[in-house]
């Protein structure tokens, strides 16, 4: 039975799994218009999850498209400062649908929870079949003929 994993085929998973919160996004970033934000304020709201029971504070960030000036509430505790300028995607014919694209929002938000487990799951597997593969080599060495 071979249970190795080459170099190619862990990489290729790997920036698979990195890729899965931008999914989304997907939308956003393939049709999306950029444009700048800015933030106007902020807002608390109560949140309940399995996770996190609290406060939680929202940054309320206003742009304009060609038609609207639009207001959204930005990712939940975020660092943003008021008056802060942030890039924001918006898709034109919806421009409701819009987010802050920034890494932080992407990998350090709530989509990037599951792909965070399997990233960890796939490095351990890895790791752990390496070791496995290299002490069964030893092994086989190291038996008397």
């Not at 931008?22 to 939308?27: I, T, Y």
């Not at 609290?54 to 639009?70: L, Q």
């Amino acid at each position: 039975m071979n249970l190795h994993i080459s170099k190619a085929k862990f990489l290729t998973v790997l920036v698979l799994i990195l890729l899965l919160p931008l999914l989304s996004k997907s939308r956003l970033l393939l049709f999306g218009l950029i444009t700048e934000g800015e933030v106007i304020g902020y807002e608390e709201a109560y949140t309940r999850s399995l996770r996190f029971s609290g406060k939680t504070t929202y940054s309320i960030v206003e742009f304009k498209t060609a038609k609207d000036v639009i207001t959204m509430l930005g990712p939940p505790n975020s660092s943003y400062e008021f008056g802060e300028k942030v890039n924001v995607i918006y898709l034109q014919n919806d421009p409701d649908d819009c987010a802050i694209m920034s890494f932080s929002d992407i990998y350090l938000g709530l989509n990037a929870v599951l792909p965070a487990m399997l990233l960890l799951l796939w490095v351990c597997l890895y790791v752990s079949l390496k070791e496995y593969a290299a002490q069964h080599a030893k092994s086989k060495r190291s038996m008397p003929l």
